[in-house]
């Protein structure tokens, strides 16, 4: 089975940034769309963003011009890069597929403070 391990989270003040990495077990992001997701205390695990195979993007339009998805297939990794943070991105931060078809990986932790 495909196993997906985030990292990269922490505590930042408004306007920083962090990048977040998505290793897989496998090599599934040479032809598979993945993307991250986010889920905050109390909230529903939402989208945020998803890049195909063909290494085409998309993302919620809450973080749209602040965050980069990107991909690197020779690692089996995948990052977020999250810039001009802002308190609203708080939350445990996940990858998977578009339809969640993988087991949920640990997320990391994004706190961003005011």
């Known amino acids: 089975q495909v196993q997906l391990v985030e990292s990269g989270g922490g505590l930042v003040q408004a306007g920083g940034s962090l990048r977040l990495s998505c290793v897989a077990s496998?090599?599934?992001?040479?032809?598979?769309?993945m993307g991250w997701y986010r889920q905050a205390p109390g909230k529903l695990r939402e989208w945020v963003t998803f890049?195909?195979?063909?290494?085409?993007?998309t993302y919620t339009d809450s973080v749209k011009g602040r965050f980069t998805i990107s991909r690197d297939n020779a690692k089996n990794t995948m990052y977020l890069q999250m810039n001009s943070l802002k308190p609203e991105d708080t939350a445990v931060y996940y990858c998977n597929g578009p339809l969640r078809e993988y087991p949920w990986g640990q997320g990391t932790q994004v706190t961003v403070s005011s």
């Open positions: 890049i195909t195979s063909g290494g085409s993007t």
């Open positions: 496998g090599n599934i992001f040479s032809r598979n769309t």
